[in-house]
């Protein structure tokens, strides 16, 4: 039996289908992203998972049971809210402390688990501080530790990081994966941040307007994903126009084969490839390798790969990273030639 | 930081501070320099206040009614501000304007209403007794009773207005954070919207409290000068009898227990923070 089912949720806004039929199965101690861009749903979602608002139809299973009807306070799952909502009249450990006290554990037991908690976040030494004496980064822990301290069945974590700085989330990020790891507990990520879900996510669910359009694991949809949106949003890429009659395919400006995996086997009249910059060489590169040329519009330079703004001669322009030690500036306005290994191009249709 | 708009906003502040200490500060200060000089000097009048056994009633009385006033208001207040913060906006409008009613009726009517509802054969006393309910008239005037409700009934709104806009302030995720995290509904008052609201709870206990300490109108009229608080006997003093070394002591002596009151109620942080804004 599954762990955690959505099966086919809807929630309307009035005419505002927030949610729109989503379906989605999680394995116990999975970590899955919610990733897409702003109003999408996501944090809709993540509501409904903890009973916050009641959705117009759809059922939420855990354990084969429906859990639709059940308040918040039942579902024994933890929620870190963006801007972690801590008590601001707890101290860390007060705030850890909680979920145990209203559990009615007893005080030697809660004492314990409180400590642990503490280790588990690196806290210990801030126990008695109030959340307005801690920096973002210590309050984050303590949201994490107050979560976590009754033993949850689900995480739900809504942007949790979106709030701090660049190098502040990215050790937080491995804070995250290690309590994923410790604590074996189903971590529920929403971001609007790709990197991050490709990053730290077992699995990703790419929304968009409501509906999940694509979930699989991170090296899948980054490699194959079968939806330009998906396609598009995460990572770079670049879209030109492309055709296939007999078996090879017309695109960049030149003819190419595509390996099996790739290609779907069928002649279509039209097609789109996709090319992410990273995998554009400069040169002819090697036998069996795509080359084409195409003409450098714009020259940015970007420490150890310089961004080109390329066009081909059908006028359709991509981006290219290239490294640095490659081309320099007085590329700009030339006609180069580029290569690009067949594997590397992706097809929708 | 002061450019020429923010300067001549200030100039426009200018009329309202003269008047102020025009008709504020200055017969404050009369008032003071009255209690040193009148009757037998400053040391008698003011000796007088702890020694007089009228004005030891008076006090005690004043207290009593204050301190009963301001309690029994803010649990009454206190469950119509976290009412209304779980209405719908149709409703909040509603109740707020239920709230705001009474601030558009004279004190004076206010209180003549108050009489004939509470009077020996007013409104409540025939109808508890034509149902049965009494066989004899309760005395709910011209006693601290009568007062005691006057004056909830004048405080309530002042006590939900301030109630209200710091409820309003507490962040609702952390209400649901606590009902994530297993708390049930008793729990979550108690352990969540209680504690935050202490400091909204403490201002407003304050603004009534010492409202109540120098209330005339209502307990005038609903005390029928037998429940004498100290604005009463004050101006009591002044009109009928003419003592101004009492009046202006007294008065002076109560202007310095509420300053006293409030310096007090500023050095804890919640209060701070609640009249200051800043520090979260
Ligand atoms: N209480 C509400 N009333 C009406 N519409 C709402 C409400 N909550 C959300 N919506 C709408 O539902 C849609 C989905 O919102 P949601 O908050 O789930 O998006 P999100 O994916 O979390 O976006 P973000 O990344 O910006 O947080 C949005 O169009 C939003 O405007
Ligand atoms: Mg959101």
Same mark, same amino acid.
Do not use: C
């Given at each position: 039996?599954?762990?955690?089912?959505?099966?086919?949720?809807?929630?309307?806004?009035?005419?505002?289908?927030?949610?729109?039929?989503?379906?989605?199965?999680?394995?116990?101690?999975?970590?899955?992203?919610?990733?897409?861009?702003?109003?999408?749903?996501?944090?809709?979602?993540?509501?409904?998972?903890?009973?916050?608002?009641?959705?117009?139809?759809?059922?939420?299973?855990?354990?084969?049971?429906?859990?639709?009807?059940?308040?918040?306070?039942?579902?024994?799952?933890?929620?870190?809210?963006?801007?972690?909502?801590?008590?601001?009249?707890?101290?860390?450990?007060?705030?850890?402390?909680?979920?145990?006290?209203?559990?009615?554990?007893?005080?030697?037991?809660?004492?314990?688990?409180?400590?642990?908690?503490?280790?588990?976040?690196?806290?210990?030494?801030?126990?008695?501080?109030?959340?307005?004496?801690?920096?973002?980064?210590?309050?984050?822990?303590?949201?994490?530790?107050?979560?976590?301290?009754?033993?949850?069945?689900?995480?739900?974590?809504?942007?949790?990081?979106?709030?701090?700085?660049?190098?502040?989330?990215?050790?937080?990020?491995?804070?995250?994966?290690?309590?994923?790891?410790?604590?074996?507990?189903?971590?529920?990520?929403?971001?609007?941040?790709?990197?991050?879900?490709?990053?730290?996510?077992?699995?990703?669910?790419?929304?968009?307007?409501?509906?999940?359009?694509?979930?699989?694991?991170?090296?899948?949809?980054?490699?194959?994903?079968?939806?330009?949106?998906?396609?598009?949003?995460?990572?770079?890429?670049?879209?030109?126009?492309?055709?296939?009659?007999?078996?090879?395919?017309?695109?960049?400006?030149?003819?190419?084969?595509?390996?099996?995996?790739?290609?779907?086997?069928?002649?279509?009249?039209?097609?789109?490839?996709?090319?992410?910059?990273?995998?554009?060489?400069?040169?002819?590169?090697?036998?069996?390798?795509?080359?084409?040329?195409?003409?450098?519009?714009?020259?940015?330079?970007?420490?150890?790969?310089?961004?080109?703004?390329?066009?081909?001669?059908?006028?359709?322009?991509?981006?290219?990273?290239?490294?640095?030690?490659?081309?320099?500036?007085?590329?700009?306005?030339?006609?180069?030639?580029?290569?690009?290994?067949?594997?590397?191009?992706?097809?929708?249709? | 930081?002061?450019?020429?708009?923010?300067?001549?906003?200030?100039?426009?502040?200018?009329?309202?501070?003269?008047?102020?200490?025009?008709?504020?500060? =200055?017969?404050?200060?009369?008032?003071?320099?009255?209690?040193?000089?009148?009757?037998?000097?400053?040391?008698?009048?003011?000796?007088?206040?702890?020694?007089?056994?009228?004005?030891?009633?008076?006090?005690?009385?004043?207290?009593?009614?204050?301190?009963?006033?301001?309690?029994?208001?803010?649990?009454?207040?206190?469950?119509?501000?976290?009412?209304?913060?779980?209405?719908?906006?149709?409703?909040?409008?509603?109740?707020?304007?239920?709230?705001?009613?009474?601030?558009?009726?004279?004190?004076?009517?206010?209180?003549?209403?108050?009489?004939?509802?509470?009077?020996?054969?007013?409104?409540?006393?025939?109808?508890?007794?034509?149902?049965?309910?009494?066989?004899?008239?309760?005395?709910?005037?011209?006693?601290?009773?009568?007062?005691?409700?006057?004056?909830?009934?004048?405080?309530?709104?002042?006590?939900?207005?301030? =109630?209200?806009?710091?409820?309003?302030?507490?962040?609702?995720?952390?209400?649901?954070?606590?009902?994530?995290?297993?708390?049930?509904?008793?729990?979550?008052?108690?352990?969540?919207?209680?504690?935050?609201? =202490?400091?909204?709870?403490?201002?407003?206990?304050?603004?009534?409290?010492?409202?109540?300490?120098?209330?005339?109108?209502?307990?005038?009229?609903?005390?029928?000068?037998?429940?004498?608080?100290?604005?009463?006997?004050?101006?009591?003093?002044?009109?009928?009898?003419?003592?101004?070394? =009492?009046?202006?002591?007294?008065?002076?002596?109560?202007?310095?227990?509420?300053?006293?009151?409030?310096?007090?109620?500023?050095?804890?942080?919640?209060?701070?923070?609640?009249?200051?804004?800043?520090?979260?």
């Amino acid at each position: 039996m599954s762990f955690l089912v959505v099966d086919s949720l809807t929630m309307t806004y009035g005419p505002l289908r927030a949610l729109n039929d989503v379906s989605l199965t999680v394995k116990e101690g999975e970590f899955i992203s919610l990733l897409g861009p702003s109003g999408s749903g996501k944090t809709t979602l993540l509501m409904s998972l903890a009973g916050f608002n009641k959705p117009t139809s759809g059922r939420i299973l855990l354990d084969g049971q429906d859990i639709i009807a059940r308040e918040p306070e039942d579902r024994d799952f933890g929620f870190v809210f963006q801007g972690y909502a801590l008590f601001p009249h707890l101290s860390v450990s007060g705030n850890i402390a909680f979920p145990l006290k209203v559990r009615k554990w007893d005080a030697v037991r809660i004492r314990a688990r409180v400590e642990e908690m503490l280790a588990l976040v690196g806290l210990k030494s801030l126990a008695d501080r109030k959340p307005r004496q801690l920096s973002g980064g210590q309050q984050q822990r303590v949201a994490l530790a107050r979560a976590l301290s009754f033993g949850p069945r689900v995480l739900l974590l809504d942007e949790p990081l979106s709030a701090l700085d660049r190098m502040l989330r990215e050790q937080m990020q491995t804070e995250l994966r290690r309590l994923h790891r410790e604590t074996g507990v189903t971590f529920l990520y929403v971001t609007h941040d790709q990197q991050e879900a490709l990053t730290m996510s077992d699995r990703i669910a790419v929304f968009e307007k409501g509906k999940i359009v694509e979930e699989g694991s991170p090296t899948r949809l980054f490699k194959s994903p079968t939806t330009r949106f998906v396609a598009e949003f995460l990572g770079e890429n670049n879209f030109v126009k492309g055709s296939r009659a007999n078996g090879v395919w017309q695109g960049f400006g030149t003819s190419f084969s595509l390996p099996e995996q790739r290609d779907s086997g069928e002649d279509a009249g039209s097609a789109t490839l996709w090319l992410r910059p990273g995998d554009i060489g400069f040169g002819t590169g090697r036998d069996g390798d795509i080359s084409f040329t195409a003409k450098v519009e714009d020259f940015v330079f970007g420490g150890t790969h310089n961004r080109l703004a390329l066009r081909l001669r059908s006028g359709e322009t991509f981006v290219a990273s290239i490294s640095a030690d490659l081309v320099a500036e007085d590329a700009l306005g030339k006609d180069l030639t580029f290569h690009a290994r067949p594997e590397a191009v992706g097809v929708l249709r | 930081m002061s450019s020429r708009f923010e300067r001549f906003a200030l100039y426009l502040t200018v009329p309202a501070g003269l008047l102020v200490i025009l008709l504020y500060a =200055l017969p404050i200060l009369q008032v003071l320099g009255l209690s040193l000089t009148e009757g037998q000097g400053a040391i008698a009048n003011y000796e007088r206040l702890f020694t007089s056994r009228a004005v030891a009633g008076v006090v005690q009385t004043t207290l009593a009614v204050s301190i009963s006033t301001t309690v029994i208001t803010m649990v009454i207040a206190y469950v119509i501000a976290f009412g209304m913060i779980h209405m719908s906006d149709r409703q909040r409008k509603v109740a707020l304007l239920m709230v705001s009613i009474p601030f558009w009726v004279s004190v004076l009517v206010r209180a003549f209403a108050w009489i004939t509802i509470l009077r020996s054969q007013g409104v409540l006393n025939s109808g508890l007794m034509s149902i049965g309910a009494i066989t004899e008239p309760i005395q709910l005037v011209y006693n601290r009773v009568g007062v005691t409700i006057g004056m909830v009934h004048y405080m309530v709104p002042f006590a939900v207005l301030l =109630l209200y806009a710091n409820l309003t302030d507490i962040d609702r995720r952390v209400v649901q954070a606590a009902r994530s995290l297993g708390a049930r509904p008793v729990s979550v008052f108690l352990r969540v919207w209680l504690p935050m609201s =202490l400091p909204g709870i403490a201002v407003a206990s304050l603004f009534i409290l010492v409202f109540s300490l120098g209330f005339l109108i209502t307990p005038a009229l609903l005390g029928g000068g037998r429940t004498l608080m100290i604005a009463e006997y004050i101006s009591v003093q002044i009109s009928n009898t003419g003592r101004w070394d =009492l009046a202006t002591s007294l008065s002076a002596a109560l202007l310095i227990v509420v300053g006293l009151l409030l310096a007090l109620a500023l050095r804890s942080p919640a209060m701070r923070a609640a009249f200051g804004g800043s520090s979260k």
